[in-house]
């Protein structure tokens, strides 16, 4: 019979945060499974989470209903419009890890988003022969330290961050001298496209670009159009 080890006892054995679950999946030293001993893909974490964003929309709707005049429209405009926009953002970035297996997945660049996987994957359960592997130290293994099998990935999550943090450098600096630049035309600015690149040359996808700068932008709201004429 398999047996399984909870997340967060893997935490506490192995003293470790949040995000460093996460980091044993994205290696595939962790495969998360459910209660029911399903194995867990990054799309369900994102699915999960729309869900839960969705109940919160429809709770501010009801609450919304029992308002009238100003007051309503704060609401609306407060809470329930970006929160629609969020929705949103999810429900994109879900199509494009919608078939993603933990070793083809980069970390999301939104803080929230990313304590959002690491919390989730820390309530999930794990095979405890996995568990034993992740958590062995180098001398518990005879004293040879053994390379990770997926280094490359490491690499390439660590070259991705350092480009989300490069992207988002570009596209503060020229919003605040264009502050009506669309995030789809900053998506298309020479400098970005230059910057925005995985370690083989190949470019990161629009999607990706956009999750990593969208919050910088001054005025996201749809159909607006930049100086140059872009459109969103």
């Known amino acids: 019979m ?8 893997i ?5 470790l945060v949040d995000v460093d679950i996460l980091q044993g999946c994205i290696t595939k030293s962790l495969t998360p499974h459910s209660d029911n001993g399903l ?9 999960q989470h729309i869900s839960d964003l969705e109940l919160e929309l429809s709770r501010l709707d009801e609450l919304a209903w029992d308002l009238s005049g100003d007051e309503r429209e704060r609401m609306i405009h407060d809470n329930i419009e970006p929160l629609q926009e ?3 953002s999810c429900r994109t970035y879900l199509e494009s890890i919608r078939t993603a297996n933990w070793d083809e997945f980069e970390l999301p660049a939104e803080q929230d988003m990313l304590g959002r996987f690491s919390s989730f994957l820390i309530n999930a359960r794990y095979p405890a022969g996995e568990v034993d592997k992740f958590l062995r130290k180098p001398s518990e293994a005879g004293g040879v330290e053994e390379t990770p099998p997926s280094e ?7 070259h991705a961050q350092r480009t989300n943090e490069k992207c988002r450098e570009i596209a503060k600096r020229i919003w605040e001298r264009q502050p009506y630049f669309t995030i789809a035309a900053m998506i298309n ?3 970005m496209v230059r910057q925005a690149r ?9 999607i990706t670009i956009r999750n990593w700068i969208r919050d910088l932008c001054p005025n996201p709201r749809p159909g607006r159009r930049s100086a140059v004429g872009a459109s969103e």
Not at 11 to 15: L, N, T
Request: charged fraction near 25%; hydrophobic fraction near 25%; proline fraction near 9%.
């Open 2 to 9: 398999q047996e399984w080890v909870h997340g967060s006892q």
């Open 11 to 15: 935490k506490d054995m192995g003293e």
């Open 39 to 47: 194995p867990i893909m990054p799309a369900d974490v994102m699915a």
């Open 86 to 88: 969020r929705l949103q």
């Open 152 to 158: 490359a990935k490491s690499t390439r999550s660590l």
């Open 189 to 191: 600015h020479s400098e």
């Open 198 to 206: 995985k370690p083989d040359g190949s470019p990161y996808s629009e």
